[in-house]
C-alpha cells in the first residue's frame, strides 16, 4: 500500500472527510517536492498533510476553538515534533505509522478543551 494510501486510511480512521493529493512546488513552473491532501475533522480541526518526495510527513492542524497552541504545546504528548505553533495554527513532523496516534492524541485534546470551555 503507498503512503499516500495508508494517510488517507488513517485521516479516514479518526473521521476525517479528506481531498485529493496534489503536487506542490516551491514557485510555479518549479518541479513538485510534495503532495498535500486536505482534511477535516467535524467541527474540531481541519488542514493538510504535507509528504515529501524525501519521504518527511508534515500535518498542518488548524483548531477550530479558539486559543493558543504556543501555549499549549508541552501538553502535547506526541510520538511526531511540534515544528511551529502559533495561534490556532500548528506544524507537526511524524510518520505515516505514528500519524493516526498523533492526530489521534490532539483531536481528543481539543475535544476536551471544547467541552471544558463555557457555552455562550
Known amino acids: 500500500m503507498s503512503e499516500e494510501n495508508k494517510i488517507v486510511e488513517a485521516l479516514k480512521k479518526l473521521g476525517a472527510t479528506v481531498g485529493n493529493w496534489y503536487e506542490v512546488s516551491e514557485r510555479p513552473g518549479r518541479p513538485p517536492f510534495g ?46 515534533s ?8 500548528m506544524w507537526i513532523k511524524t510518520t505515516p505509522e505514528d500519524m493516526y496516534s498523533d492526530l489521534e492524541f490532539i483531536r481528543s485534546y481539543l475535544e476536551k478543551i471544547k467541552n471544558e470551555s463555557p457555552k455562550k
Open 35 to 80: 503532495k498535500e491532501v486536505e482534511y477535516k475533522i467535524g467541527d474540531i480541526m481541519w488542514g493538510k498533510v504535507h509528504l515529501r518526495l524525501d519521504g518527511d510527513l508534515y500535518v498542518h492542524i488548524i483548531s477550530k476553538i479558539p486559543f493558543n497552541w504556543k501555549d499549549r504545546v508541552k501538553d502535547l504528548k506526541i510520538k511526531g
Open 82 to 89: 511540534i515544528e511551529d505553533a502559533a495561534g490556532g495554527l
